[in-house]
């Protein structure tokens, strides 16, 4: 009987299905790099058929400029040599080009001489446009975290620093090896370091933002000043990630601000000269009383003014104000004089003096002839913010208890004008002032916007 072709083993036939199923171009050709098996996925990749390809040289896929790579390609499966996988470019049958991995490896036949080779080729396009979007997206980082005047760093979750900027480096003049670990310190000043160290710690184990202000050592060793902010980075979860901070160099700033209050105090300082000045000229020409009345009102202006220069005339909390016009009373806060409810609203320059004012007048007629002229008599003095149809209000009650019987008086002082005139025409506020016997009661109901200081 002839010779009969020897069935196909089931091994041959899994391998046949490997090769039509894989999502892999499969193909292998002769040592002419001529095409003698072209499975689906190269098909699909490459976009020629099985038919156009076989028989045809490989070389139809390949780029005019990487024809080389094929004579290499040839001359090593000659040799029997493998060649691993490395990324390149082919060309798609519409002309366009593909990146692809190959690995290409030798074909023997039952006698061992080399026949061919096989080659897998994997279409990488998507993985490479990845790449290349990192890479752009890496350079636009670098590019913009070096052209920002800060210094900046990232830091991983527990606080350990990785990354600088070249800001820092230019500042500090040092490198990424000497800052690794704890190596950041040595550039704190010793007075503010254990400070620093133990608010980033606090950052570091509850994820909440950082800030903080003090000097760094520069490269020619002098300290300047920077105002420090990390900001926590979160992953899907809402755990911290990564840690993004800065360095802003406010060293200019801060000599500008001591400046400005230098020259805040110098004018507070001649300010009072002048008041003193006026004080001493009507103790001079006025009766004592008079004067006496005057002098205690350029008291109370001198005491407003110093709250607002210590706060750079932004304006001053309401609750310091109050007490600092209870200056001579000062010994009877929180037993017979009694401040309640709102503290840290924010009064402007103009509602800080006329409420100042207003209490100082008011702690003058109570000493003199209220309920903090006897040893049991009591102030109540009240702040709350009320929310009206109209906007919120501020909400201002005086309130004597336990002095002496009171009654309205025969006649309007300049006592009067600053609790009741001033307070209306500067700040649009409605004064009720009652006299019932039990002790007076004054109440100043304000709009807000009309009190509040200006961010």
């Known amino acids: 009987m002839p010779n009969q072709p020897k069935p196909l083993t089931t091994a041959h036939h899994q391998f046949a299905a490997i090769v039509q199923n894989s999502f892999d171009a499969i193909v292998s050709k002769d040592v002419e790099g001529n095409v003698q098996s072209w499975n689906p996925a190269a098909e699909q990749i490459f976009g020629w058929t099985a038919d156009e390809m076989i028989g045809n040289s490989i070389r139809v896929l390949i780029p005019p400029d990487r024809q080389h790579e094929e004579d290499d390609i040839l001359q090593r499966i000659r040799t029997g040599e493998m060649v691993p996988k490395f990324e390149t470019e082919r060309l798609h049958k519409s002309g366009r080009r593909i990146h692809v991995a190959v690995t290409v490896s030798p074909l023997r036949d039952p006698d061992g001489r080399i026949v061919g080779a096989s080659k897998i080729a994997h279409d990488i396009t998507e993985t490479v446009e990845i790449r290349r979007r990192l890479v752009a997206s890496e350079h636009q980082f670098r590019s913009l975290a070096n052209s920002i005047p800060q210094l900046a760093w990232i830091a991983e979750s527990d606080g350990t620093v990785f990354w600088y900027n070249d800001r820092w480096f230019d500042y500090t003049g040092t490198t990424l090896e000497q800052l690794r670990g704890s190596g950041w310190t040595a550039l704190h000043h010793p007075d503010h370091l254990e400070r620093v160290r133990s608010k980033l710690q606090h950052s570091w184990d509850t994820g909440e933002a950082w800030e903080d202000t003090f000097p760094l050592r520069g490269k020619d060793g002098e300290y300047r000043w920077f105002l420090s902010r990390a900001m926590p980075l979160r992953d899907d979860s809402g755990e911290v990630w990564r840690w993004f901070g800065t360095n802003t160099d406010i060293t200019v700033q801060r000599q500008h601000e001591q400046q400005i209050q230098m020259l805040m105090g110098e004018i507070n300082h001649r300010a009072k000269n002048m008041l003193a000045v006026v004080q001493a000229m009507v103790m001079r020409t006025a009766d004592r009383s008079f004067a006496e009345s005057l002098g205690a009102r350029l008291q109370a202006l001198s005491r407003n003014q110093d709250l607002l220069i210590k706060r750079n005339w932004s304006g001053t909390p309401i609750g310091e104000l109050i007490e600092s016009q209870l200056a001579a009373v000062n010994d009877l806060i929180g037993t017979r004089v009694l401040i309640e409810g709102e503290r840290e609203l924010l009064l402007s320059p103009v509602a800080s003096e006329t409420i100042g004012l207003a209490i100082h007048e008011l702690t003058t007629n109570a000493t003199k002839y ?86």
């Open 370 to 455: 209220g309920a903090l002229s006897n040893a049991d008599g009591t102030v109540r003095i009240a702040c709350e913010i009320r929310h009206t149809v109209d906007g919120p209000k501020l909400d201002l009650i005086w309130h004597e208890q336990g002095g002496p019987p009171v009654g309205e008086p025969n006649r309007a002082g300049f006592g009067t004008v600053m609790i009741d005139r001033n307070p209306r025409s500067a700040l649009g506020a409605d004064v009720e002032i009652s006299y019932p016997e039990s002790g007076l009661r004054w109440c100043l109901n304000a709009p807000l916007d009309r009190l509040v200081a200006t961010p």
